[in-house]
């Protein structure tokens, strides 16, 4: 028989005489890889979001008084060529903004259809050169006479910057945090399976075994739990994932006008992030566990 | 070949072995006597590198071990053959895979063992057992079983610690028996042990030692004033060769007439096969554990 087939065989076996550790291990690290995956899925998705709408920041949309003429209009627009740092000055009127909504839209376009009227206002797209006159232009335009609203996207993809490295710092102190328990978890698992068979130990360790003949097959019992458990987080984490993008994926399309990632795409990153950690645990925490019964 | 160069190792204030110097030539066979405490686990424990010499050479098959790396340790051991007191068989595991679990922890091939295995165990008289757990055994058969298993592996030194310490003397001449055919086979034996019947009867060589240090080392007899062991009140090891019939005699007629005897002597005789059954019935009589 292979050394790895042997060990392998080892490691199941001692694992049936400790199923329900071995079993409150696989739980527990399941657990805390479904927390982290959620964690993950939902910075994937605010980074897509982020990244989508970045590429406007130089754009700022200003937004004319409804109704108002097109003295106003003509008069808004010169203002806004006066002001230092703009490059170009576009208008959209309320049926080119009508037909571009329709067209983001896509297939929920018809929607738009039946208004009674065109809800949208006439606009500007002011485009600038840098971020400082974006800055200055998204400040001095709301004192421009006939200007309603000004629409920023700085504000927006800052906001959004900030969530996603809130996000990316909570799943980082979660997952240290995580990983320790689920490192003491295995290591108090597998530290049970090496008492139960210390007499064994102490016996190989007699009859010459190497140091690795004796790890090995609670490391590999270690590897087969962080398996099991990254097989099931990830199939745990699809599942709650497509139920939420079932439940609000078209609400956050229609919304945010922003797609969210298909589980699909994010299945294969997640079983390969889950596997990384759920082995790396099991060898960690069998390896502690077992150090101080090698000094025989 | 096992040589001791001046070895002296303490356990802080303790003394474990000092200024120890000893020569076991291969094929040896050597006892290692003396009173509890004295530095014979250290010297055991010297030898598998369980523990370090504070300073002095100790010499295995030609290389000082203790000049070689912890991770070579494995290898020295796989030269030893252990026989422990307490025999230390896997309850979970028969006699033939126990005595295979030797072969595996080396990694040998499962041709070999199949080879290997049935062999040794018709060596130590034990092949009918081979599928036996060791709770099916008697104290003496699950020796067997732990000599088999330090000899599977082909050691060039059997190291066996107090291997009778749990065994009857009748049983215990069996066992001793059965390491003189190993050690006339060609392996070093070395054995610690407190039994001074054995180690008298044996007429082999002797290496005492007390405090730390070696006190003699020469063929015959045990040397010491016998420790205050656990022993029978009454002891009558193999009485072939101990006690002549009419002492025996004598002793039946003590233990006869004894009958208010209080509980937990202990006297053992030798398969009484061949001998007077009303022997072992006048023991019984007396209140006496007899044992065979």
């Known amino acids: 028989m292979s050394r790895v087939g042997y060990n392998v065989k080892q490691a199941f076996s001692q694992m049936g005489r400790n199923k329900g550790m071995y079993f409150t291990s696989v739980l527990a690290i399941t657990a805390m890889m479904l927390i982290l995956g959620l964690f993950f899925v939902a910075f994937m998705n605010v980074n897509l979001f982020a990244s989508s709408i970045e590429k406007d920041y130089n754009v700022i949309q200003i937004y004319i008084e409804d109704g108002g003429s097109q003295e106003v209009i003509d008069s808004v627009g010169a203002e806004l060529r006066k002001t230092k740092g703009v490059e170009k000055v576009e208008f959209v009127s309320k049926a080119d903004a009508m037909e571009s909504l329709k067209k983001k839209w896509g297939d929920n376009g018809y929607l738009l259809e039946n208004l009674p009227e065109n809800p949208l206002p006439d606009s500007y797209m002011v485009y600038v050169s840098d971020k400082d006159s974006a800055n200055s232009v998204a400040a001095a335009a709301p004192a421009i006479k006939g200007v309603n609203d000004v629409v920023y996207y700085r504000d927006t993809i800052e906001k959004l910057a900030q969530v996603s490295h809130f996000i990316e710092i909570g799943s980082l102190v979660a997952m240290a945090f995580l990983v320790i328990v689920s490192i003491i978890i295995v290591a108090n698992t597998i530290k049970l399976t090496v008492f139960n068979r210390e007499k064994e130990i102490s016996i190989m360790k007699y009859l010459g075994a190497t140091n690795w003949f004796v790890r090995a097959p609670f490391i590999w019992g270690g590897i087969i739990v962080g398996v099991i458990s990254s097989v099931i987080a990830t199939g745990l984490t699809y599942f709650i994932y497509t139920k939420i993008v079932g439940i609000i994926g078209s609400d956050i399309m229609r919304i945010l006008s922003v797609s969210v990632i298909p589980a699909e795409q994010l299945t294969a990153t997640l079983l390969a992030m889950f596997l990384c950690l759920g082995i790396g645990i099991g060898v960690i925490g069998s390896a502690i566990s077992i150090r101080r019964f090698l000094n025989v | ?292």
């Open chain 2, 1 to 292: 070949m096992i040589v001791f160069n001046n070895v002296t190792k303490k356990y802080g204030n303790n003394v474990g072995l000092i200024d120890a110097s000893v020569h076991i030539n291969n094929g040896d066979f050597v006892f290692l006597v003396g009173p509890s405490g004295a530095g014979k686990t250290t010297f055991i424990r010297l030898i598998l590198k369980e523990i370090e010499p504070d300073s002095g050479k100790i010499i295995l098959a030609g290389k000082d071990i203790t000049r070689i790396r912890k991770s070579q340790v494995p290898k020295i051991r796989q030269k030893i053959g252990m026989v422990f007191q307490d025999f230390r068989l896997l309850e979970k595991k028969t006699v033939y895979e126990n005595v295979a679990f030797a072969m595996e922890v080396l990694h040998k091939s499962r041709k070999e063992i199949k080879e290997r295995v049935p062999y040794v165990l018709e060596l130590v008289d034990i092949a009918d057992k081979a599928n036996r757990y060791p709770d099916e055994l008697s104290a003496g058969e699950q020796q067997r079983v732990g000599i088999a298993r330090a000899l599977v592996n082909k050691p060039r030194v059997l190291i066996c610690d107090e291997p009778t310490g749990n065994l009857d003397p009748i049983t215990a001449m069996d066992i001793m028996r059965l390491l003189e055919k190993i050690n006339v086979r060609g392996t070093t034996v070395l054995m610690v042990t407190h039994a001074k019947d054995i180690v008298d009867k044996m007429n082999k060589r002797v290496v005492a030692i007390d405090h730390g240090r070696i006190v003699r080392d020469e063929e015959g007899s045990y040397g010491f004033v016998q420790q205050s062991e656990p022993e029978p009140d009454l002891y009558v090891p193999g009485f072939t060769s101990f006690l002549d019939p009419d002492e025996l005699r004598a002793v039946q007629a003590q233990v006869g007439r004894n009958s208010e005897s209080p509980k937990g002597r202990t006297i053992a005789v030798p398969d009484p096969v061949g001998y007077d059954d009303s022997l072992v019935d006048a023991y019984l009589d007396g209140g006496e554990d007899v044992y065979e």
